[in-house]
């Protein structure tokens, strides 16, 4: 088989983007970093992104063992799946994760066991083709707040446990970016206007939580970037404007949810809703081509936020009932 060429996007400062092919071209973002000869990747996609991986180090110079890290922000598996197979092909990389998350990359059963549970067995082997486990030697597992030097760049992990409880956002004072993974909601290039970029969290199952989810963007804005990196999709530089966009949304999800609550179908009237809160923001926004293109960019989300958004519902009932 020919080896794929990687659509990367170079976005200054030595940081490239690089489409991972997960679902559809632009939504899933790897990041390189490229210091002084050696290099680091934030988020890796899927195992099927891993030859795309290879051919954006052939693109850039960087040669396999020149890469020291793999930025894991959380494991779920269109930021983590191919993080195996990738360090099996890079001799000095180490991974680097959180402390809750490091046991399921050594023993990535619970990860597979969830995407199968989400998805059903045939489309959880198309879209992340296995997941391969990595030995617990080569695993950096970091405190908030570490720092990590890239050839003298300096990279500071600092935990954001909204999105998943096992994440954390990398903060790179040399461009004044984050790399927020899933901790600043999602923001597509198609969803572009002349009123700018359009964001809104992601509430995938199973760990959502309003309250940290809001805590991540503070702690996120408390840096005062210039501009993030999202897994989903790379660069947005309108702040502070999408962090309140994201407040409003996290409220916008709660209250959605709280909605229906009780309802017979239940998952239905949750989609239907978001569904509705997007083409109306959608239509604020400036966004052309009415409803069928909503569909067609936002259906994967607004079903993934809404399993998302019923096990966060029946946690707190859980909870409360307890
Ligand atoms: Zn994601």
Redesign the pocket.
């Given at each position: 088989m020919p080896n794929p060429i990687a659509a990367t996007t170079s976005i200054g400062n030595g940081i490239f983007a690089i489409d991972t092919d997960y679902i559809r071209p632009l939504l899933?973002a790897s990041h390189l970093i490229v210091e002084a000869g050696r290099a680091a990747f934030v988020d890796t996609g899927t195992n099927n992104s891993v030859p795309l991986l290879l051919d954006a180090l052939r693109q850039y110079d960087v040669d396999v063992a020149d890469v020291d890290y793999l930025f894991l922000t959380h494991v779920?598996l269109?930021?983590a799946g191919g993080a195996g197979e990738l360090l099996k092909l890079l001799p000095n990389a180490k991974a680097v994760v959180h402390p809750r998350g490091a046991r399921h990359l050594i023993d990535p059963n619970k990860l597979i066991e969830g995407a199968i549970a989400v998805y059903g067995i045939e489309r959880f082997q198309k879209m992340y083709g296995g997941v391969t486990p990595i030995d617990a030697e080569r695993l950096i597992v970091v405190d908030d707040l570490q720092q990590l030097q890239l050839a003298g760049r300096t990279l500071q992990c600092f935990f954001t446990e909204g999105h998943a409880r096992h994440h954390y956002c990398l903060w790179d004072p040399a461009s004044a970016g984050v790399f927020t993974?899933?901790s600043f909601g999602?923001s597509y290039r198609e969803l572009d206007t002349e009123n700018g970029e359009f964001i809104f969290p992601?509430s995938?199952p199973i760990d959502f939580d309003p309250a940290e989810a809001h805590k991540s963007i503070d702690r996120v804005m408390a840096y005062e970037p210039s501009q993030l990196y999202l897994?989903?999709y790379s660069r947005v530089t309108g702040l502070p404007r999408l962090a309140d966009d994201m407040h409003h949304s996290i409220d916008a999800f709660v209250r959605i949810a709280m909605a229906h609550v009780d309802a017979i179908d239940r998952t239905a009237e949750i989609e239907h809703s978001l569904f509705d809160y997007f083409v109306k923001r959608l239509k604020l926004h400036g966004l052309r081509g009415g409803t069928d293109r909503v569909h067609a960019i936002l259906d994967f989300d607004v079903s993934l936020n809404t399993m998302g958004l019923e096990v966060w519902l029946e946690r707190k009932a859980k909870q409360t009932n307890s």
């Open positions: 899933d779920h269109d930021h993974g899933d999602v992601t995938t897994t989903h």
